[in-house]
């Protein structure tokens, strides 16, 4: 059913929206801790660039293939559950029909006045009534693989970029402070984004980003120093 005009619930945009913050988010967290723990072993600007260039292609396939396969599955179990509805509504209609009026009763419908609203919309579109009430699938908002796969792709690829060009401007003495610097200022702008997107308060969702994007930073940057220091 359309939503009004000018009314959107942000729940519509859950799927894009959810691939495409993962993909942001994790390809800034990815590769900057990486490319700081190998800064933190005193690698050469070159190691690091060539690191991070790393990072941002085998992420990006990385975040494709496995949206990709988790999208598909979570698509396989909705086509999966629609046609066992399919051959049910062949097989014993009558029995699908008091099942979907029952649901209405359940939710405080008149048993007389929920018999007539399930027989008014089966005979519209009975499909999509039990798909919609019995299965809580909505036709118009099945899982899209192929979306999921590319939007993740393309927005690790393009938030990869960020420590990237972090290092290539920054002087030598503050290659892993200068990227840090830049990776948390991207993931607060991130998070809030998302949380406006969302509907979440701004600074909680800045917030949670920015102090898992630290964590994993400062503890990629120990292990690299240390290595740095057995190795050399």
Not at 91 to 109: F, H, Q
Not at 119 to 133: E, F, K, N, P
Not at 150 to 160: D, K, N, P
Not at 183 to 201: I, T, W
């Amino acid at each position: 059913m359309a939503l009004p005009a000018g009314e959107m619930h942000r729940s519509g945009r859950a799927q894009w929206l959810r691939a495409a913050v993962l993909g942001s988010d994790d390809a800034i967290v990815s590769t900057a801790s990486l490319m700081i723990g190998v800064a933190a072993s005193s690698a050469p600007k070159g190691a690091i660039l060539v690191a991070g260039a790393a990072g941002l292609v085998a992420g990006a396939m990385s975040m494709a293939v496995g949206e990709y396969v988790s999208v598909s599955s979570q698509r396989d179990a909705e086509q999966a559950d629609i046609e066992r509805e399919k051959k049910e509504l062949a097989d014993r209609p009558r029995a699908e029909l008091n099942e979907l009026a029952t649901i209405y009763v359940k939710r405080g419908v008149e048993k007389e006045l929920a018999m007539r609203v399930a027989q008014q919309l089966s005979a519209h579109d009975r499909l999509g009534a039990h798909m919609q009430d019995e299965l809580g699938i909505e036709q118009g908002a099945l899982a899209r693989p192929l979306q999921a796969a590319w939007i993740s792709a393309a927005s690790f690829a393009c938030f990869a970029l960020v420590p990237i060009v972090a290092l290539l401007a920054a002087p030598a003495a503050l290659r892993a402070p200068t990227i840090a610097a830049c990776s948390l200022v991207s993931l607060g702008a991130l998070g809030a984004f998302g949380g406006r997107l969302g509907g979440a308060p701004l600074g909680r969702a800045a917030l949670r980003v920015m102090v898992g994007g630290a964590l994993a930073m400062g503890v990629t940057a120990a292990i690299g120093r240390l290595l740095g220091v057995a190795v050399g």
